[in-house]
């Protein structure tokens, strides 16, 4: 039973490189959002979706898009990476139906130089 | 301006003793609210959760507390062990938006 996997697990970039996150659950979770987690920030929302071809916006949105073309997988995409991008960011899932609890994934730790 | 604060960074407690963290809040919108662990290179664990129509959820050694007038609530461990060890999140979502804001976190160290 795998959860919420999120690949690759560290990268590098340098400034202006694109890039893509990936996320992926296997437990039919209608509910998916992007979070990132910087020093005395806690976990901010970025981006969130209730289900296929549903997006909307969190708390900091700029500088990242997601898509979500199947249930089970929504990527993450930074166009031109910055240094203010440095992060760690989380990927969850959760069923969409009333208060849920999410699944979070093992996150993606990121680099911008 | 930052809807769910943890204001203590860091708490140590000894082992078998009370553990209380703490959670403030400024929507009063919010209607569900949630605890999650978090230990170093892993995601967030979901660990206890209360509705606003509760002023009290129990699991275990967990238990939550919601005041509701004074826009706070509270997570107890008791008796806590040195597995406990862990950077606890509290979070909330207001009804029908999908969105849950999370605290700053608190470390919380159990001595042994």
């Known amino acids: 039973n795998a959860g919420v996997t999120q690949t690759p697990k560290f990268q590098v970039l340098k400034t202006g490189q694109s890039m893509t996150l990936q996320c992926a659950q296997d437990?039919?979770?209608?509910?998916m959002s992007w979070y990132r987690q910087d020093p005395g920030m806690g976990l901010r929302l970025i981006h969130y979706?209730?289900?296929?071809?549903?997006?909307d916006q969190g708390e900091v949105p700029n500088g990242y898009n997601v898509s979500r073309s199947t249930t089970e997988d929504f990527p993450l995409r930074l166009l031109s990476a910055a240094p203010s991008q440095t992060s760690v960011y989380f990927c969850?899932?959760?069923?969409?139906?009333?208060?849920?609890?999410?699944?979070f994934g093992d996150g993606t730790r990121l680099s911008i130089l | 301006d930052q809807q769910v604060k943890q204001n203590s960074p860091s708490l140590s407690v000894q082992e078998g003793r009370i553990s209380i963290l703490n959670c403030d809040y400024t929507?009063?919108?919010?209607?569900?609210f949630l605890w999650y662990k978090k230990y170093p290179a892993e995601g967030p664990t979901f660990l206890i959760s209360?509705?606003?129509?509760?002023d009290k959820n129990e699991d275990g050694r967990f238990t939550v507390f919601l005041n509701k007038s004074a826009k706070h609530l509270s997570l107890h461990i008791v008796p806590s062990q040195p597995g406990d060890s862990a950077v606890y999140f509290c979070?909330?979502?207001?009804?029908?938006?999908?969105?849950?804001?999370f605290g700053t976190g608190t470390r919380l160290k159990v001595l042994a």
């Open positions: 969850a899932s959760s069923y969409r139906q009333g208060n849920q609890p999410q699944h």
């Open positions: 437990m039919n979770h209608e509910y």
């Open positions: 979706s209730v289900g296929a071809g549903i997006t």
């Open positions: 929507n009063s919108m919010f209607d569900y």
């Open positions: 209360i509705s606003s129509i509760k």
């Open positions: 979070a909330a979502s207001e009804r029908g938006t999908y969105k849950y804001i």
